[in-house]
């Protein structure tokens, strides 16, 4: 399903999961490796690399950010949509309790968007 809302609904709520700006060094030092591994052949064709890896691992980074967002009828999370109708009871939570629901108190067949960077968890129930 389209990440646009449907129209004539109102968003309610709309949230884009960027990268926090630790995640950032990743890009950059694979790109490092990459300019270093190509570097005993030619400088040049390591700075090369290094260049076209750390701007696709960018273009990456951004294309792949999820939304959620919340409109009068729907809830969509990512690329999943769900009615509203058919949501129930809703709880956030954070720190070691939002630890215990990505693992231990983790339903086998519960949609889950997660992010290394975002210590939250929202649990949405399905009715």
Do not use: C
């Amino acid at each position: 399903m389209s990440n646009s809302s449907p129209a004539g609904s109102n968003v309610q709520y709309s949230e884009k999961l960027w990268p926090s700006a630790s995640t950032w060094i990743w890009p950059i030092i694979i790109s490092i490796t990459a300019g270093i591994a190509l570097a005993p052949i030619s400088s040049i064709l390591g700075w090369i690399a290094a260049g076209v890896v750390l701007l696709s691992l960018i273009a990456v980074f951004l294309l792949r950010t999820p939304t959620i967002e919340v409109t009068d009828e729907l809830v969509t999370v990512g690329r999943a949509s769900i009615e509203r109708k058919y949501i129930g009871e809703v709880v956030g939570y954070r720190g070691d309790e939002a630890f215990k629901q990505r693992g231990q108190k983790l339903h086998g067949l519960a949609y889950m968007l997660l992010r290394g960077w975002i210590d939250g968890v929202v649990r949405m129930e399905v009715t």
